[in-house]
């Protein structure tokens, strides 16, 4: 919000600086952005009266103007269409930086004596575009008939606008009026508010009709007749300008001023383009369009509130007003709006017809409905002090639940225990009556308690901390007595699952994974894209069954392709790798986000942290040393196998598992101590086409959920010294039957050889003719070492005989001699 330094002081004379209040106004919350100063380069620019007007000897389109400046008088060489004798003008003399009004680009120039066409020319008589005002060109600049003669123009018009960045919380500041109360509350200087006019004039029901009562809590309408409609005075024109808004209009601009000066946004209808002269506040009929102030035609739905006629939509309530019924030079009678609509409603609408205005800006932010009737007022005497003929005809005002100021109870001992440091009641209650809160004070069970009354456009005060905040901030933070804290600091502890999450993140990049972070949303084309028919959704996404209607879908997305919350990591990993697969033959990539498993209809979803892997393309970039192959199901399997076990995941097993979007025969569950935490498989050819990645690819994906693996519990690394005596391999083909996973044959190795095995690895499979039909042999090679002798024969033999037994007892298994 920008607000201009000359306009403030008026509704409070503070001696402060621009830069003093920037920093005054930025410790107290309202931070400055930026501080714009009008004029700064206008030396050597002084205000002129034109004393005589004389055509160009040698030339039909210029002519010699006679200015008197004071101490200077010139004769300067103009084309300006709009020069007369008499006029109070901005004239530059040699030397002066002026912006190119020739230039698309703002181009500062110095001005320097010319002849032109054979008459010398001193100076030069300034538009508004050589003065950085506008880009207006068309004719010089026309001041106001009562600017001193000779005055330098940085006195007269230059100006230092604040460029403030107001929080949602802090509606009332959305104004040169709140600022002005701020600006009182934190120096003392008495606050002046604007003139209003007395609004008097026949109440009249039937001026307006509301019928969306649950989205209008106020509306006053005022009917005005002979109006004139022309340009605003220069006064009005400049201040609009700026505070960042154009000039319209005579009536345009007062409505737009109110709302700059008060923060109420208002709009004016031309009361004789309105059929039935009335106003009908509802909700748009569906289907209903109307073409707004920007020709824009727009389609309206039955959630938007809108401004109507008795017959149709004459403007978007909080938004915009309708081109059918705006003022023009032909309006002679006027009927203007202010109310106060839902703010909910407001930034729903705006947010949806794509149309954030100013408008809509501050009825977002939720309105005092009490500030409606004063606005009107002041808007009333402004059209009343521009336009002489201007009367009023009719009053409205539905005010059903006037709102009422906020009483707070306030313990005095809460000060010092929120705020460290104790201030006197007397230097409290000043703040509070600066602010403009009125106190009582009463003795409550040998307490002290302040009950506040906050008024109604201080809606950001709602607790008795927030009157706290108010005492600091006007008090002011930077005269807080610096302490050090004392007592014994809580000792930091790492949330487990982010220390899980950084692990997992470390091993997976070690392995050669990438990390991406995708959106967390998806649409249903991705979802059913995962399932062998395009058009199904498959009943398991991720490591989890659900059921497929439940999905958490966004009841007002951003964009179509983000409408439901996803339930599983899959798509977002296979659209990654279909668009790096365009680029890459290799792509490895894993995410750690949260996926959102639906409940129940009438639940919130269960936000669960995953992990998911993708592997596509070749296993490695083609050089002269390695041939490169597709990746496969094992080439993952021994990623998250590495991975999970540096961690501390013992008794990992994977077991064959059917999935809807994974290849038969190479997939599998992820098992801990016989628990599922995830799974792991090649993804259908099928499926990945269409995520757009081409048949020949092969992609790899794994996902496990961390919760599950959390609530297993890891075993805690441990670390054991190499042994100074040789290791013993030993090898044993072990036959099971076909359908017995090679882990549990695994298992039942390494629970024989106990702690002396450091190394158990499976390194062939055969079936044939020495191999019972429906059995199968599985190698195994296994490495024993203890740490403090060299394992003897004994032991061995031993050690066979118990693996040969847990290889029985628990596979049913037999040792191949």
């Known amino acids: ?3 201009p330094m000359r306009w403030l002081r008026e509704l409070v004379a503070t001696d402060l600086s621009a830069d003093q209040l920037a920093e005054r106004l930025t410790l107290a919350g309202l931070e400055v952005e930026n501080i714009e100063r009008i004029g700064a380069h206008w030396d050597n ?6 004393e005589r007007v004389e055509p160009h000897p040698n030339a039909d389109r210029l002519v010699l103007a006679t200015v008197n400046a004071g101490i200077h008088r010139l004769t300067v060489v103009t084309g300006a269409p709009n020069i007369a004798t008499g006029q109070k003008v901005a004239l530059a003399l040699a030397g002066a930086k002026l912006y190119d009004g ?13 002849t032109i066409r054979g008459i010398r020319s001193e100076g030069m008589v300034c538009s508004e575009k050589e003065l950085g005002l506008s880009d207006e060109h068309e004719g010089i600049l026309v001041l106001d008939a009562d600017a001193p003669i000779g005055l330098p123009l940085r006195d007269y018009l230059g100006d230092e606008v604040l460029d403030l960045a107001i929080t949602p919380n802090r509606v009332d500041a959305f104004s040169i009026v709140g600022i002005a109360r701020e600006v009182a509350a934190l120096t003392g200087a008495p606050l ?6 007395s609004l008097e004039g026949p109440g009249d029901p039937s001026l307006v009709t509301v019928e969306a009562t649950d989205l209008c809590a106020r509306f006053v309408a005022v009917a005005l007749e002979g109006i004139q409609v022309g340009p605003s005075p220069w006064w009005l024109r400049r201040r609009l300008q700026l505070a960042g808004f154009r000039s319209i209009n005579n009536v345009v601009d007062v409505t737009n001023y109110v709302m700059v000066e008060w923060g109420q946004p208002q709009h004016a209808f031309d009361r004789n383009r309105l059929r039935g002269g009335r106003l009908v506040v509802r909700r748009a009929h569906p289907g209903e369009e109307l073409e707004t102030l920007d020709h824009v035609r727009r389609s309206l739905s039955s959630e938007m509130l809108v401004i109507a006629d008795t017959e149709r939509a004459v403007g978007i309530a909080g938004v915009m007003g309708g081109l059918e019924s705006e003022i023009t ?16 409603s407001i930034r729903r609408t705006a947010r949806t017809l794509r149309l954030r205005t100013e408008a809509s800006a501050r009825f977002e932010r939720g309105l005092d409905p009490n500030l409606g009737w004063v606005a009107a007022c002041r808007a009333v005497y402004l059209l009343t002090q521009l336009i002489p003929t201007c009367r009023v005809v009719a009053v409205f005002d539905h005010y059903p639940s006037p709102r009422r100021p906020r009483r707070i109870d306030l313990d005095r001992n809460e000060l010092p225990r929120l705020l460290g440091v104790d201030f006197p009641d007397s230097d409290v209650e000043a703040v509070f009556h600066r602010l403009g809160f009125t106190t009582q004070i009463r003795q409550q069970g040998g307490r002290t308690i302040w009950t506040v009354e906050v008024p109604t456009y201080r809606s950001d005060v709602t607790i008795a901390a927030d009157l706290v905040e108010e005492v600091a901030r006007i008090i002011g933070y930077d005269t807080l007595p610096e302490t050090l804290p004392v007592g014994r600091t809580v000792p930091v502890e790492i949330d487990p699952e982010l220390r899980l999450i950084r692990q997992l993140q470390n091993g997976l990049v070690a392995a050669g994974l990438h990390e991406v972070i995708t959106y967390p949303m998806v649409d249903d084309a991705a979802l059913r894209a995962l399932s062998t028919h395009g058009d199904v959704v498959p009943e398991r996404l991720g490591w989890y069954r659900r059921p497929v209607e439940d999905f958490v879908r966004a009841r007002n997305p951003i964009r179509p392709e983000w409408s439901i919350m996803r339930p599983s990591l899959v798509p977002t990993l296979l659209q990654n790798a279909a668009e790096q697969l365009k680029f890459n033959d290799v792509v490895a990539i894993f995410e750690t986000g949260k996926v959102y498993v639906p409940r129940g209809r009438d639940e919130l979803p269960d936000e669960r942290r995953a992990v998911g892997c993708l592997l596509a393309g070749m296993d490695a970039p083609r050089d002269l040393y390695h041939q490169p192959r597709p990746v496969d199901f094992f080439d993952l399997k021994g990623v998250v196998e590495t991975v999970l076990a540096r961690l501390g995941a013992r008794d990992l097993t994977f077991r064959p598992l059917t999935h809807p979007t994974l290849q038969p025969g190479r997939t599998a569950e992820i098992l801990l101590r016989d628990r599922s935490i995830g799974i792991l498989g090649e993804v259908l050819v099928t499926v990945a086409e269409r995520f757009g990645i081409p048949w020949h690819h092969r992609v790899v994906v794994a996902e496990f959920d961390l919760p599950t693996l959390l609530e297993i519990g890891l075993e805690p690394v441990t670390i054991r010294p190499l042994s100074r005596y040789q290791p013993i391999e030993q090898d044993f083909a072990v036959v099971v039957d076909e359908g017995v996973p090679a882990a549990d044959v695994a298992a039942a190795i390494e629970a024989g050889a106990g702690p002396l095995a450091v190394v158990v690895r499976l390194f062939d499979v055969y079936r044939g003719p020495a191999i019972p039909e429906g059995k199968k042999s599985l190698a195994f090679r296994v490495v024993l070492s203890a740490p403090d002798r060299a394992v003897s024969d004994e032991e061995l033999q031993r050690i066979r005989d118990r693996i040969e037994q847990q290889v029985r007892r628990r596979v049913k298994g037999a040792l191949r001699r």
């Open 1 to 3: 919000m920008k607000v």
């Open 45 to 50: 620019i002084f205000v002129g009266v034109v």
């Open 102 to 114: 020739h230039s698309a680009e703002p181009k500062l120039v110095t001005l320097k004596p010319a």
């Open 192 to 197: 002046r508010l604007p003139d209003l006019a």
């Open 329 to 344: 030079e032909e309006t002679r009678a006027v009927l203007l709006e202010t109310a106060n609509f839902d703010m909910r």
